[in-house]
Structure formats: structure tokens, C-alpha cells
T-cell receptor
Framework: NAGVTQTPKFQVLKTGQSMTLQCAQD?????MYWYRQDPGMGLRLIYY???????DKGEVPNGYNVSRLNKREFSLRLESAAPSQTSVYFCASSEALQRSTEAFFGQGTRLTVV | KQEVTQIPAALSVPEGENLVLNCSFT??????LQWFRQDPGKGLTSLLLIQSSQREQTSGRLNASLDKSSGRSTLYIAASQPGDSATYLCAVRGPGGSYIPTFGRGTSLIVHP
């Protein structure tokens, strides 16, 4: 029972490089989310996808793009990485936005931009 | 906009103590509240989910209560152990946050032997 799987687990980028963080869930969930976690700031929502084919901005979307590739996969792309994007990124999923069920989280991607 | 606050931000206690962690939220129209545990450098592990219609949930030494009208939840940890050392996060879902999990900043707990 894999749940939510994120790749890679660790990444170091140089300023200006691009990369895509991958997320996949095997629970047939409709809704998926990307958060970033910074010391003292808690988890802040970057983007979310209420269902396949839809994406919406969260609290801190600048510098990021997302793709809901299919029901299972939701990727986060940094087009031109900046040191301010050094953070831990978490992907999560839930059954549906307006269904009151648990949210499940991946193990995180630890990204350092130098 | 939903805002979630967790108090205290940090807590250090000797083994065996009973603990109360607090979570408050500004919009009482919630669907549910979920408590998570996060070990250093790791992901989030779900501990308890309380639906808006429930008053409490229990799992082992953990008991979470919900008072929706006052916008508060508490996580009670009985007979704390060093293995309970972690950061505890609460998240609420409801129309005030567009049904998306909205997190507090967490309580960092250290239980020393």
C-alpha cells in the first residue's frame, strides 16, 4: 500500500535551473495538493487540483506551475529555481475536495537551491 | 479565510507526563479536523481525524477533542514516552478554506527520559 509517492526525495539545484517534482497516488483520489514547508511557517499551499483536468492557485503559487497529468499524477514544476524556493515540498491527496475524509501525505522532497 | 493557530509552539516534558496540545481555528464551519505527527526530516503521519459532528476520537494513548462552536481542538497524550517526541500538526477542512487542508504551524514536542 504505497499511498502517495513523491520523487525525488532530495535535490540540489543551481539558481536558474528547472526541475519537476513528481507525485503519484494509488488510492483513486480525486483531489491532490502541493504544499511547501519552511521553518516556522507551517505548511503553505502552492497549488491544488480538485479533480482531474482542473488546477488552481493556492497561497504561494509564484514561481511554480503544475500539471494534473491524469487522476493518479500531479506534478510541480520550477521553471527557474531561486534560493527562496529552498524548502521541503509535500504532495497530498484526498478522496474529493468536499468529501470529509482523510488527507494523505507523501514523504516529501527536500530541495536546496544554491 | 481560515486561520489555524497551535499553542504552545514548543514543549519539553519529562517522560510519563500527560500532555495537552492545543489547536484553534477562526472559522467554525469546518468539515473535519485532522491531527498529524511529523518526525524530523520525515513526512506527515495521520494520527486522528475528527468529523465536525464528533466531539472526540481516541487511538491508544491519544485522545483528540473538538469544540466546533469555540473553534478549538485539543490533542491529549497520556503517559508520554520519548518515542512521542515529534512535531504535531493540526489541519482543518471546510468552506472557509475552500475545503483544502489548512495547517497550523505545529507544536514541537520533546519528551526526555
Amino acid at each position: 500500500n504505497a499511498g502517495v509517492t513523491q520523487t525525488p526525495k532530495f535535490q540540489v539545484l543551481k539558481t536558474g535551473q528547472s526541475m519537476t517534482l513528481q507525485c503519484a497516488q494509488d488510492m483513486n483520489h480525486n483531489s491532490m495538493y502541493w504544499y511547501r514547508q519552511d521553518p516556522g511557517m507551517g505548511l503553505r499551499l502552492i497549488y491544488y487540483s480538485a479533480s482531474e483536468g482542473t488546477t488552481d492557485k493556492g497561497e504561494v503559487p509564484n514561481g511554480y506551475n503544475v500539471s494534473r497529468l491524469n487522476k493518479r499524477e500531479f506534478s510541480l514544476r520550477l521553471e527557474s529555481a531561486a534560493p527562496s524556493q529552498t524548502s521541503v515540498y509535500f504532495c497530498a491527496s484526498s478522496e474529493a475536495l468536499q468529501r470529509s475524509t482523510e488527507a494523505f501525505f507523501g514523504q516529501g522532497t527536500r530541495l536546496t537551491v544554491v | 479565510k481560515q486561520e489555524v493557530t497551535q499553542i504552545p509552539a514548543a514543549l519539553s516534558v519529562p517522560e510519563g507526563e500527560n500532555l495537552v496540545l492545543n489547536c484553534s481555528f477562526t472559522d467554525s464551519a469546518i468539515y473535519n479536523l485532522q491531527w498529524f505527527r511529523q518526525d524530523p526530516g520525515k513526512g506527515l503521519t495521520s494520527l486522528l481525524l475528527i468529523q465536525s459532528s464528533q466531539r472526540e476520537q481516541t487511538s491508544g494513548r491519544l485522545n483528540a477533542s473538538l469544540d466546533k462552536s469555540s473553534g478549538r481542538s485539543t490533542l491529549y497524550i497520556a503517559a508520554s514516552q520519548p518515542g512521542d517526541s515529534a512535531t504535531y500538526l493540526c489541519a482543518v477542512r471546510g468552506p472557509g478554506g475552500s475545503y483544502i487542508p489548512t495547517f497550523g504551524r505545529g507544536t514541537s514536542l520533546i519528551v526526555h527520559p
